[in-house]
């Protein structure tokens, strides 16, 4: 269990989100702690995020620097911090009061990070009805560990939605610049091998869904897709170097067992106009599909044969076809009515 007197740090970057960012920072001081610290860090923002931020004054601690990304943000906000406890906020995202309560009854040595849902909320806050990531059952850290390790991959939320022991980010921080200038990649990635996850299936986070969101997606755009394949394989090969540190094996197969990872590889291979991966093909990305909806990852067993269907479909269809399919799957606004009930009653999505 968590102790009373344990110091939460709650880091939040933020860049030319004037509209959103005093929502993060309210929902950070609203947390049902007795000791919360909150870190803003502004990354060179034009518009009027300074102005907003500065208007907590000494409620917060306030940082500006130039702007230098995501990820540099982080690491300056991380270096500030004094928290037992870390959490990394989108500026856009908000965070449950009960979040730190409800875990602290779980909180025990050894854990990395305990992840919960999150739920969608449009611009103005209101809710979308949705919950991700779905997790089938609640899965115990040794699962996470075992899918991690074989499919480069496990059920879990964006940065938000994850509280970090400083024990574990002491290992992976400062961050460098080998997984790009996202910030949730590399600890999402060392997670299960540096200590143990812990679940919580409760929404205490939720997910602001404006269009600009950096995995927001109302357009197909081939470059993108091409774009995210390259940056999970810079992903999966630090997972590789920090599980080699700790004793253990991701295979090379790893990235090709991954549902969520193939997905960008059929969009890209369809799609992009330089496709990342050399001499693939349909047929040889649809026998990984294949084989990775045979493997265990946490994802339940309507995701799997969803994604084969999806897969088989966009591999083979003309590129027509397969272009809306690519959007259905990644701007949920776009779906249908019958494909939404359809996901809905299937419980792929909720």
């Not at 209101?126 to 480069?152: A, H, I, K, M």
């Not at 986070?205 to 394949?229: I, L, P, W």
């Not at 992903?235 to 990235?255: E, F, H, I, K, N």
Request: proline share 7%; hydrophobic share 45%.
């Amino acid at each position: 269990m968590l102790e009373p007197h344990a110091l939460v740090s709650v880091v939040i970057p933020n860049y030319n989100y004037e509209l959103f960012v005093a929502a993060a920072i309210d929902s950070a001081l609203a947390l049902d702690w007795p000791r919360v610290e909150v870190i803003v860090v502004d990354d060179g923002s034009t518009d009027g995020s300074r102005l907003a931020i500065d208007r907590y004054g000494e409620r917060i601690i306030a940082l500006h620097q130039a702007n230098a990304g995501q990820l540099a943000a982080c690491n300056a906000g991380y270096a500030r911090a004094r928290g037992e406890l870390v959490i990394f906020l989108d500026s856009d995202d908000m965070l449950h009061p009960s979040l730190i309560r409800e875990l602290a009854l779980l909180w025990r040595p050894g854990i990395s990070k305990v992840q919960v849902q999150m739920r969608s909320v449009d611009a103005q806050g209101n809710s979308l009805g949705t919950v991700f990531p779905q997790y089938p059952f609640v899965p115990s850290p040794e699962q996470v560990r075992r899918w991690s390790l074989s499919t480069s991959a496990y059920p879990t939320p964006p940065g938000s939605g994850n509280v970090y022991s400083r024990e574990f980010l002491e290992q992976i921080f400062p961050q460098d610049e080998s997984l790009g200038k996202i910030a949730d990649s590399g600890p999402l990635a060392a997670a299960p091998v540096l200590g143990d996850v812990l679940t919580i299936p409760k929404p205490l986070v939720s997910y602001r869904v404006h269009g600009k969101n950096d995995g927001a997606v109302s357009q197909v755009d081939g470059a993108r897709f091409a774009r995210e394949v390259s940056r999970t394989q810079q992903r999966v090969a630090y997972a590789q170097r920090v599980a080699r540190s700790a004793g253990m094996d991701m295979p090379d197969t790893a990235l090709n067992r991954s549902l969520s990872y193939l997905p960008y590889r059929a969009a890209s291979l369809r799609l992009a106009p330089v496709h990342p991966i050399a001499g693939d093909t349909r047929l040889r990305a649809w026998l990984d599909v294949l084989r990775a909806a045979l493997s265990p990852q946490g994802v339940a067993w309507t995701g799997h044969v969803t994604l084969l269907v999806w897969s088989t479909l966009v591999l083979l269809l003309p590129k027509s076809a397969a272009q809306s399919l690519i959007l259905w799957r990644f701007a949920p606004a776009t779906r249908p009515q019958f494909l939404r009930h359809a996901l809905s009653r299937f419980k792929v999505v909720r």
